[in-house]
């Protein structure tokens, strides 16, 4: 059964959002609940629940979202500045949406958070 979660129905177009980027294997759209200048979160057009479920067969997949965001990052002209990338995965992760997602963040100075 396909996925019902926020982000599938916004891939599915039930829901709007700001869509900066889409290919057949992922999409890309600005947070909701912003916390930089520029904050896009790249999640992929497959039902991937997240990081924590992904399998050896889900690489390709991994690898482009990673393309994407850098593809994102140069959109948003903060390659060179530099940005950030989380991925939130299961409940001490804090990750709030069921489906695979990069947060992209960048657009300011971002404090150190791993100490
Ligand atoms: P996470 O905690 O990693 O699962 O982050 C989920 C993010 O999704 C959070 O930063 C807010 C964002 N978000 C939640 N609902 C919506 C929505 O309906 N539209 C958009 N654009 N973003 C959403």
Redesign the pocket.
């Known amino acids: 059964m396909a996925a019902n979660d926020?982000f599938a129905r916004?891939i599915r177009g039930d829901?709007p959002?700001?869509i900066v980027y889409r290919d057949e294997n992922c999409i890309a759209?600005?947070?909701?609940?912003p916390?930089a200048p520029t904050?896009i979160?790249v999640t992929p057009i497959k039902d991937l629940s997240g990081l924590q479920t992904a399998g050896d067969d889900d690489a390709a997949v991994l690898g482009h979202l990673m393309i994407v965001v850098r593809k994102v990052a140069e959109m948003e002209g903060i390659i060179e500045s530099g940005f950030r990338c989380?991925i939130?995965a299961g409940p001490d992760g804090?990750?709030?949406?069921p489906r695979l997602?990069i947060?992209v963040l960048g657009g300011k100075r971002l404090g150190a958070m791993l100490r």
Do not use: P, S, T, Y
């Open positions: 926020i916004i829901i959002a700001d759209f600005r947070d909701i609940n916390q904050h979160l989380i939130n804090g990750q709030e949406v997602h947060h």
